[in-house]
């Protein structure tokens, strides 16, 4: 198939990688910042300011608000009592995993420059959280190595340093036991500003034209050269993991991009959720949504056009149309693929489904869970009901309410085929949904570490709907717990903001919204109650930022970016 005329033009005149507009590449990785999030506690506020002050031409390297409060949530709800934090730097995101490991947990947290260190031990000492986190100031790599056998493996891992590294601190990590079982490796910046997917997105025109992509050989700078470099190392370390069989990957396309790594369960039930990473024959069309499929297929004469890498007939023109499909099929070719035992229910579930990768992303947060029992509102053909069922284990417990009883009848006919349904309680009938959930027992020996709201509830439910729907749910939550909703573009998605005002009440709501990693357009709300530390300092800013005014480390300098 010949390649558009315009489309070549527009790939061929691209500028260098590090500065091209290619395909909106870049608006579409930052399209998160756009979403909405509860606002940062003081203390990381007077954080992010003294980092400019201090470290002007570095200050970007900081952790977004919505980043860390997407790693202080899933710590919590994992309650993850041992953190390894590579890349310290001033500290943002250190001070968002200390808050969330508790008094009798610990953050060992890694950073090359002392001064950075330092603004972090002043702020950590500020937000009363120093004795939770053991500071090592030196060469991350050889801290790690030298770390004794006896050191006990960490809940979660966040890599935010020398990206060249991130394979070998990966394979440290992993050779040296350094994770637990059902613990979680997350690596920022791995998308590396857009850049990522533009190398693919080149590299596969060239491979489909057979004209090289004369971007990457063309004359650079020096500065050039070295954010190729840092491209290059951040697409290495995907593939890498993509293609590691002891490890699944899921990618968040939020802000730089962001890897989760989790250990590949073991024994008979490796096949039944651990594929390896590929392409399903109609995973192109799977999950985008409908308005970019539509406006896909026009652009392409309403025919179905095969993927990068499908098992349709080679030398098809991928079917990119959107910057959308693009981040599709780079995730489809790095991210672990869809088992074959889920397939069958998504099939049978129709049109809004989720997608395998959200499907993956319940997955891992199912394993972390500690008391394994999550509640699904919305379970259609049971699509999620199998990730769910499938993490939790033996132990575990999955209740999920369907007031469809055919749907419900085809979840439980699913679980049953994959071996699943003593893991499962199906509540289905055909009373109004809200009035269901609210009949729905909330005692303390009830409660859940993990609630999800499944899109097609939110899609149908108005606003007023939505909020109910979210308080109720709220009540089942254990005091860690999270509320997931997965909700359509031009859906509202933050009905309990609204309760977020009180922030220093027991039942205040942190949210952050993310990209689905589907990469569809979608998004993925997380709510969780306020922690006791957020709580406890969310009155205390004018006096954390008189203390800061007399904080004075050296004279503001440069700050060479990583």
Not at 17 to 28: I, K, Q
Not at 71 to 98: C, D, K, N, P, S
Not at 295 to 312: A, I, N, P
Not at 411 to 417: D, E, M, R
Request: hydrophobic letters at 40%.
């Amino acid at each position: 198939m010949a390649l558009g005329p315009s489309l070549v033009l527009l790939l061929r005149a691209a500028r260098p990688a590090c500065t091209s507009p290619l395909f909106g590449l870049r608006a579409l990785v930052s399209h998160s910042s756009q979403l909405s999030c509860a606002g940062e506690p003081p203390p990381l506020t007077a954080l992010r300011q003294q980092t400019g002050e201090i470290f002007p031409s570095g200050a970007h390297m900081m952790s977004g608000a919505r980043q860390g409060r997407l790693l202080h949530m899933l710590a919590r709800m994992a309650g993850a009592r041992r953190i390894l934090e590579i890349g310290t730097f001033t500290g943002y995101a250190t001070v968002w995993l200390a808050a969330a490991v508790g008094e009798a947990g610990t953050v060992v947290s890694l950073e090359r420059d002392p001064r950075a260190a330092e603004v972090c031990r002043r702020h950590l000492q500020l937000s009363g959280l120093d004795t939770r986190v053991r500071l090592e100031v030196g060469d991350a790599l050889e801290t790690i190595i030298s770390l004794p056998p006896s050191e006990p493996p960490f809940d979660l891992v966040f890599i935010d340093a020398d990206k060249k590294r991130y394979i070998t601190y990966y394979e440290e990590l992993l050779g040296r036991s350094l994770l637990s079982s059902d613990g979680l490796i997350i690596a920022d910046n791995i998308l590396w500003k857009g850049q990522v997917l533009e190398k693919y997105a080149l590299d596969t025109l060239g491979q489909r034209s057979g004209e090289p992509n004369n971007a990457a050989t063309k004359a650079q700078s020096s500065r050039e050269r070295r954010l190729t470099a840092l491209r290059d190392a951040m697409d290495g370390f995907n593939r890498h993991v993509g293609s590691d069989a002891r490890t699944v990957q899921l990618i968040v396309p939020l802000r730089d991009g962001l890897s989760f790594a989790q250990k590949a369960l073991g024994g008979d039930q490796v096949s039944a959720v651990v594929p390896t990473p590929a392409l399903v024959e109609d995973s192109h069309d799977h999950g985008i949504s409908s308005s970019v499929k539509t406006r896909r297929d026009e652009l392409h004469g309403g025919g179905k056009v095969e993927g990068v890498g499908s098992s349709g007939a080679g030398g098809h023109w991928p079917g990119w149309s959107t910057s959308v499909d693009i981040l599709q099929s780079y995730l489809n070719a790095v991210c672990n693929g869809e088992p074959s035992a889920m397939r069958s229910a998504r099939i049978d579930s129709g049109a809004n489904i989720n997608g395998h990768r959200y499907g993956w992303l319940l997955h891992m947060l199912g394993r972390m869970t500690p008391t394994r029992r999550v509640l699904e509102v919305g379970s259609q053909s049971g699509y999620t009901t199998m990730w769910l069922a499938s993490a939790v284990g033996e132990t575990g417990r999955i209740v999920t309410i369907e007031q469809d009883v055919q749907a419900a009848e085809l979840c439980t006919a699913h679980l049953k085929a994959a071996g699943l349904e003593a893991r499962v309680q199906v509540v289905s009938g055909s009373g109004a949904l809200l009035e269901t959930i609210e009949s729905f027992p909330a005692d303390s020996a009830a409660k859940y570490d993990l609630v999800v709201l499944n899109g097609k509830v939110f899609d149908e439910c108005s606003l007023s709907e939505m909020y109910v729907l979210g308080c109720a749910a709220s009540r089942w939550l254990n005091e860690d717990g999270l509320l997931l909703a997965r909700v359509a573009p031009g859906v509202r998605p933050l009905p309990l903001i609204g309760r977020a005002g009180d922030v220093d009440s027991d039942m205040a709501i942190g949210a952050v919204v993310i990209p689905s990693p589907d990469g569809d357009g979608c998004s993925i709300v997380i709510y969780g109650r306020r922690s006791t530390w957020e709580r406890a300092v969310a009155n205390k800013a004018p006096t954390i930022c008189q203390t800061l005014s007399l904080i004075h480390i050296s004279e503001p300098t440069r700050r060479t970016p990583i």
